[in-house]
């Protein structure tokens, strides 16, 4: 059975870099083809779409995040990473990290359980 | 503002059906990608209850059911029972933005 676990600092101070590795167990994060992906919900609101890693290190963002986002892979680690940088109250939020069961242009079958992340002096 | 559009609640008593919408787009519903539906409980990770419009995950009762037509989705609960109160959110992708798109999410009561 797959399973997903993030990890990271639950505290990052504003216009600092948020960083979280989501470890994936049960499963290689490198079977071909791979399509993976990072979604947050802050307090209160929806769930937001962050990114998408795929095929050979491919990447898709959220157009409103695309300018802060780095979604990358270790595959020696069976691991994927989420940073955003320049992080202000507004990103505080449950983050989330799932595998697509398909494409990209599917949807998410396997959900980490979430880590909550504040962003506060 | 999401890009897919849900009512904020609905409600039912047990045992009725209850449908959810989901209106979109002909960037999203509309282009013929598969739409997905979540049931969130608070505190966990969301579960996939519809996938590729009206398929089941094993182990999804059939008590869920979804349909499409167009630039809209629906997702049905028929029999609703007291643990199906939870959150529900639709999802596709958008060939506009380039990626996946959620609706803001519905809150189901069971009265």
């Known amino acids: 059975q797959l399973q997903l676990q993030e990890s990271g600092p639950g505290l990052v101070k504003p216009s600092e870099t948020l960083s979280l590795t989501c470890t994936v167990s049960?499963?290689?994060?490198?079977?071909?083809?791979?399509?993976w992906g990072w979604i947050r919900q802050p307090p209160g609101k929806g769930l937001e779409w962050i990114g998408s890693?795929?095929?050979?290190?491919?990447?898709q963002y959220n157009p409103s995040l695309k300018s802060r986002v780095t979604i990358s892979i270790d595959t020696s680690k069976n691991q994927f990473s989420l940073k955003l940088n320049s992080v202000t109250a507004a990103d505080t939020a449950v983050y989330y990290c799932?595998?697509?069961?398909?494409?990209?242009?599917?949807?998410?079958?396997?959900w980490g359980q979430g880590t909550l992340v504040t962003v506060s002096s | 503002q999401s890009v897919l559009t849900q009512p904020p609640s609905v409600s039912g008593a047990p045992g009725q059906r209850v449908t959810i919408s989901c209106t979109g787009s002909?960037?999203?519903?509309?282009?013929?990608?598969?739409l997905q539906w979540y049931q969130h409980l608070p505190g966990t990770a969301p579960k996939l209850l519809i996938y590729?419009?009206?398929y089941r995950p094993s182990g999804v009762p059939e008590r869920f059911s979804g349909s499409k037509s167009g630039t809209s989705a629906s997702l049905a609960i028929t029999g609703l029972q007291a643990e199906d109160e939870a959150d529900y959110y639709c999802?596709?992708?958008?060939?506009?933005?380039?990626?996946?798109?959620f609706g803001g999410g519905t809150k189901l009561t069971v009265l």
């Open positions: 890693i795929y095929d050979s290190g491919s990447t």
């Open positions: 049960g499963g290689s994060i490198s079977s071909s083809p791979y399509y």
């Open positions: 590729g419009d009206k």
């Open positions: 002909r960037s999203n519903i509309g282009a013929d990608y598969g």
């Open positions: 999802q596709s992708y958008d060939n506009s933005l380039v990626g996946s798109v």
């Open positions: 799932a595998k697509y069961y398909d494409s990209v242009k599917s949807g998410f079958d396997y």
